[in-house]
C-alpha cells in the first residue's frame, strides 16, 4: 500500500466525479482509489449500468478500502443537479474536491447548418452543467473553507478548429469560469484548477460522429493520442498537491501534437 505524502494527503476524502462511466472520468476514480485507497468516490454519470460496474471494480481492485457510491446524475438538467447532493445518504455529502469531467462534441458541421440541438446538448452539457455542479458544492467548500474544483477543459478551449465552433466555444467559456472562479475565491482555501487535454482517444469522438466507430478511428489513424489514463494521472496529482499549491492550468498534448491544427501524423 502506498504511503506517499500524496497519498497521505488525499487520505479520508469525498471526491465528486462526473461523467464517471467511461474514459476520463472512469480511470480519474480508479486512480484516485490506486494512489490513496481509504477514500470515499461518488461516481455520476448517466449510464448506471458502467457505473455499478466501475465500483465493483474499484472495490474488489481496493480489497474493500474504497467506499464507492454510484449515482445517476444527468448533468444537463438543473433540476437533477440541485437535488443532488440530497438526495446522496449523509455520510456523503461533504465533498472535498469536485471533478468536473463530463462533456460531449456532437457534430462536425460548420455554422449555417448546426443542429440546435447538438448547440443545446454541448452548451447544457459542457458550460451550464459544469456551472451548476460548481454551484451545488460552493456552499459547502464555503463554510468549511476548504476544498477542490478541477474542470476538464480542452485545447480546443484555447485554440479553435473548422466545425468546432460552438464545442470550442464552450471549452472557452469553461476557461473564462474557471479564471473567475479562482479570482473570486483567492482569499479561501478553495482551490480551482483547470486540465486541458489535447487529443485523447475515448468514446468521445464516437459521439462526435454520431456513432460511427470507423470515421472516430480516422482521426487517430497515424498518431499515438493521449489516453484516459495519462489526464486522470495528471487530475490526482493535481488533487494531492499541499494545499497551498494551486496548479491553476495544465496543457497536456501527446508528442505529436502542438496545437489543434499542429498534428504531425506518422507515415
Known amino acids: 500500500m502506498s504511503h506517499s505524502a500524496m497519498s497521505a494527503r488525499l487520505a479520508g476524502k469525498t ?53 464507492v457510491l ?32 463530463a462533456g460531449l462534441v456532437k457534430g462536425v458541421e460548420t455554422v449555417g447548418s448546426i443542429a440546435e440541438e447538438d448547440i443545446d446538448v454541448m452548451f447544457s452539457t459542457n458550460v451550464t452543467g459544469l456551472v451548476n455542479m460548481t454551484q451545488l458544492v460552493m456552499p459547502g467548500f464555503k463554510s468549511r473553507n476548504r476544498g477542490d474544483i478541477i474542470n476538464v477543459g480542452s485545447i480546443a478551449g484555447r485554440e479553435s478548429y473548422v466545425g468546432g465552433s ?19 475565491l483567492i482569499s479561501t482555501r478553495i482551490r480551482v484548477m483547470e486540465i486541458d487535454p489535447g ?6 469522438s464516437v459521439v462526435r460522429f454520431g456513432g460511427d466507430k470507423a470515421k472516430a478511428d480516422s482521426v487517430y489513424a497515424g498518431c499515438e493520442p493521449l489516453t484516459p489514463g495519462d489526464i486522470a494521472e495528471i487530475i490526482v496529482f493535481a488533487a494531492g498537491r499541499r494545499e497551498n499549491v494551486v ?19 506518422k507515415p
Request: aromatic share 6%; glycine share 6%.
Open 199 to 204: 487529443q485523447v482517444e475515448t468514446e468521445f
Open 70 to 101: 454510484p449515482t445517476r446524475l444527468d448533468v444537463s438538467d438543473p433540476a437533477d443537479v440541485k437535488g443532488f447532493l440530497a438526495r446522496l445518504p449523509e455520510e456523503w455529502r461533504e465533498v472535498d474536491v469536485l471533478v468536473n469531467n
Open 247 to 265: 496548479l491553476a492550468e495544465m496543457m497536456v498534448y501527446p508528442s505529436h501534437q502542438a496545437g489543434v491544427g499542429a498534428i504531425h501524423k
Open 15 to 67: 471526491i465528486l466525479i462526473t461523467g464517471a462511466s467511461s474514459g476520463i472520468g472512469r480511470s480519474t476514480a480508479i486512480e484516485f482509489s490506486r494512489t490513496s485507497p481509504t477514500i470515499r468516490l461518488i461516481v455520476t454519470a448517466r449510464r448506471e449500468e458502467a457505473l455499478k460496474e466501475l465500483a465493483a471494480t474499484i472495490e474488489k481492485e481496493s480489497i474493500g478500502a474504497t467506499k
Open 166 to 184: 460552438i464545442y470550442c466555444a464552450t471549452k472557452a467559456a469553461v476557461r473564462s469560469f474557471t479564471d473567475s472562479l479562482r479570482r473570486e
